[in-house]
């Protein structure tokens, strides 16, 4: 009897772990940052990731249900972390109907358009970012600031973040080593008391959700740690060659999504390599992106564009860090 095999989209690589164990296992460690982001921005971060988690499950439930009518996906558990990453990357108070927005766009065009899970090129919750950022510029860059559950929802006090101080002063002649006495110290930032979007700005959090990844094997360090260090060595020599022009590297490191991005997003199954040196390429290629549009860019921050961008290479790099495929011989003659 002749035996039948089953290609599948990728990621492709065996492994007991199943889809839902593994998006549980980026559910709970995301939990670390969700927490901060309640204990920072109150109540408006429990209504903007409901919300957005809500959305994008009944979106994506009805999509398949009553449009293309085929089986249901939402137990695996892919539709909450959209949901969850997607508010990770808005203001804590942006209006409810912005995040239906885009939460459908993140499951309807980025995710569902390409047949669901495994096929879509590019992060969902990204393309939902990007396209609210777009499309409401105005809501999608008023920052609260971090006074807890003090912090109205509807009418919460905004401010700059330290990315966007940075860039308006340099816009205006000063130098960074005044701007910096107008924005949280590093350990501050670290901790999370700055503005931002809601899920980004304790690194603390965020590394521990690391941290955790790493350890229960749902990620590898390549993609993380090339992100960062790129980003570390680039900023760095500017600092070094200009600093009253340019910011030093754990200023970079600990504001906007960078690790966010790093840890989070750009390690995305579906959308990032699949070997280990296609994943330092990868990561190389958001951190350096990520650096020119900070510095040079329309925007202060580019972590979400630096992403989308490398998604968009994923298969060329596939293509060219793909194994030896199997029984091939290798032109030393050597299988």
């Known amino acids: 009897m002749v035996k039948l095999l089953n290609v599948s989209p990728s990621p492709h690589f065996q492994s007991d772990e199943t889809t839902r ?49 085929g089986p249901t996906s939402i137990t695996d558990l892919s539709a909450i972390v959209t949901g969850l990453l997607l508010a990770f990357n808005v203001p804590s108070n942006l209006p409810v109907y912005i995040v239906v927005i885009g939460a459908l766009v993140a499951i309807g065009v ?25 499309s409401f510029p105005v809501q999608m860059t008023t ?10 929802y509807a009418d919460a006090v905004t401010g700059a973040t330290p990315l966007g101080v940075l860039r308006e002063g340099l816009k205006n002649g000063d130098t960074v080593t005044h701007l910096m006495t107008q924005v949280p110290s590093h350990m501050k930032m670290f901790f999370g008391y700055m503005g931002g979007s809601m899920g980004e700005i304790s690194a603390l959090a965020l590394i ?21 260090i790129t980003v570390v060595l680039f900023s760095g020599v500017m600092w070094l060659v200009n ?61 979400s564009f630096a992403i989308l961008i490398m998604n968009g290479f994923t298969p060329l790099i596939n293509m060219y860090m793909k194994p030896a495929g199997f029984g091939k011989e290798a032109k030393n003659g050597k299988a």
């Open 21 to 69: 164990k593994l998006m549980l296992g980026v559910i709970i460690a995301l939990m670390p940052a969700l927490a901060a982001s309640i204990y920072f921005f109150g109540t408006g971060a429990i209504i903007v990731t409901l919300t957005s988690v809500a959305t994008c499950v009944l979106a994506e439930f009805l999509l398949q249900k009553y449009l293309l009518k």
């Open 110 to 134: 980025a995710k569902m358009t390409f047949g669901g899970l495994g096929n879509n090129p590019f992060n969902p919750a990204i393309v939902g970012r990007i396209f609210l950022l777009i």
């Open 143 to 152: 920052w609260p600031k971090p006074t807890g559950f003090n912090n109205s």
């Open 208 to 228: 521990i959700g690391g941290i955790y990844l790493l350890y229960k094997k749902i990620i590898t360090w390549h993609i993380p740690f090339s992100v960062l």
């Open 243 to 303: 600093p009253d022009k340019y910011a030093d590297p754990v200023f970079h490191l600990l504001t906007g999504g960078i690790l966010l991005g790093a840890i989070f997003m750009a390690t995305d199954y579906v959308t990032s390599p699949m070997s280990h040196k296609g994943m330092i390429i990868y990561g190389v290629g958001i951190g350096v992106i990520t650096v020119l549009i900070r510095n040079w860019g329309a925007y202060p921050e580019g972590v």
